[in-house]
């Protein structure tokens, strides 16, 4: 690895970094509280880890569903107007959620209320992925990318802690309102930044064609489908069922939520101190790195099948937080620099739905597998599945250096 500062305030001069820099702060600040809330509404008012799992995949299934459309959206129109109209839906759907607690609805209403919040972030993810490269130059993407992961991780660490705060002391409704509120005062900060017009003729691809292409690009790079084919199955069978155990596993053994809001804030430290190391760096093999540090996300499943103390759950969180972020840099840069600009925003969305796509099956299934096979079992099974694929991941030809092969066919082309 070569020394090579990348972590650079520098890029603060461009126009407009700034405002999506704050308005991301904000908003996630806001929206990591959220989870917090909805698992305390859901477990407090009676429901199982069934329940959970079920109203958590409805928003994923939503994203996974409805994500190629945000990304051909991302690429028709200005993309910071596409960020906008997703984060102002959130907002006025997570109120909608604090009159269906008032009203005392069914779970199934909160679900659909997720269900439609999903469409917000399909709609979202991939302008936000592929807003960069319009406001920063190349050689200033690696610290852009880095800047913005810190900024998510430092709100996962904030977002949580005020969330279990107002949680406990004000209550869920209250919570809710105050994420609201971070989303709408976050979207405003999009509206000053300044975006190159985008083509709007009408002799332009039907919508579907321009979504077979956006598919077509991420087939004729083989290095970027297989990493998101097994980057899904990892996700479905680790991340799907780790997230609706973390709060009941460590409500039932430490008797609150105490350790669910401190595991969560702890991860998210530990990507805030990666993404800041590893930005400082230009990796020879950022993929090998990558992809190496992703195997340590197995500390998470480990800490929920042995769950014998609150520090040791902690720490797990800790080191699989650690784990996330070289990656969470190296793939965003990668993309940014090998997809052409007017595919980028469908290329992001493919990668979000792919990641994503299995991962609503692994939420649903959580009560009732480990239920089946025992929750030690399979947290154990998963974990030693989740280091198996890792090692798949780094036999893809390209794998290693996040790029195209010089010898392959499509290099050639």
């Known amino acids: ?26 908003i996630v600040i806001g929206y990591q509280a959220f989870p917090v809330a909805l698992a305390v509404t859901v477990l407090d008012a009676g429901g199982s880890a069934s329940t959970l799992g079920s109203i958590l995949a409805a928003r994923v299934f939503s994203s996974v569903l409805l994500v190629l459309a945000g990304g051909v959206w991302a690429d028709r129109l200005p993309q ?26 069914h779970a199934w209403v ?45 709100g996962s660490i ?58 077509k690009a991420v087939w004729n790079m083989p290095w970027v489908f297989w990493i998101i084919l097994i980057a899904s199955v990892q996700l479905m069978v680790v991340i ?37 190391w590893f930005a400082k760096y ?42 996330t972020e070289p990656f969470g840099v190296y793939w965003s840069t990668a993309l940014q620099r090998e997809i052409p600009s007017e595919m980028l925003g469908r290329v992001s969305s493919v990668d979000y739905m792919g990641s994503l796509a299995l991962m609503p099956i692994g939420m649903a299934l959580a009560g009732p597998v480990t239920k089946w096979v025992g929750e030690r079992p399979y947290l154990i099974g998963a974990t030693v599945f989740h280091i198996l694929l890792c090692f798949v991941m780094l036999a893809i030809p390209g794998a290693i250096y996040f790029k195209t092969p010089r010898n392959s066919p499509i290099s050639e082309q």
């Open 80 to 105: 910071k107007y596409v960020m906008v109209f997703a984060d102002c839906l959130r907002g006025v759907l997570t109120l909608a959620i604090v009159f269906a607690s008032v009203a005392h609805a």
């Open 110 to 154: 909160l679900a659909l209320i997720i269900f439609i919040m999903g469409a917000g972030e399909a709609l979202g993810a991939p302008a936000s992925n592929s807003i960069l490269p319009s406001i920063l130059p190349v050689e200033k993407l690696p610290a852009g990318n880095a800047l913005r992961s810190v900024t998510g991780r430092t």
């Open 1 to 26: 690895m070569n020394k090579n500062k990348a972590f650079d305030v520098s890029v603060f001069e461009h126009q407009g970094f700034w405002q999506l820099w704050v308005s991301g702060l904000l």
């Open 158 to 215: 904030v977002g949580p802690a005020i969330g279990g705060l107002m949680v406990a002391t004000l209550g869920t409704k209250l919570t809710f309102i105050y994420v609201a509120g971070m989303f709408f005062l976050g979207t405003s900060l999009l509206l000053g930044i300044k975006s190159p017009p985008k083509n709007l003729e009408n002799d332009r691809p039907t919508f579907i064609h321009e979504v077979k292409e956006g598919l």
């Open 240 to 276: 799907g069922v780790e997230t609706v155990l973390l709060p009941v596993v460590t409500k039932r053994e430490f008797h609150g939520n105490g350790v669910f809001a401190a595991s969560t804030a702890v991860f998210s430290l530990g990507g805030v101190l990666t993404a800041l």
């Open 282 to 323: 230009k990796a020879k093999k950022p993929g090998l790195l990558s992809i190496v540090s992703w195997m340590f996300f197995a500390a998470a499943p480990i800490a929920l099948a042995f769950p014998f103390a609150p520090w040791f759950v902690i720490l797990c969180y800790f080191v699989a937080g650690l784990a």
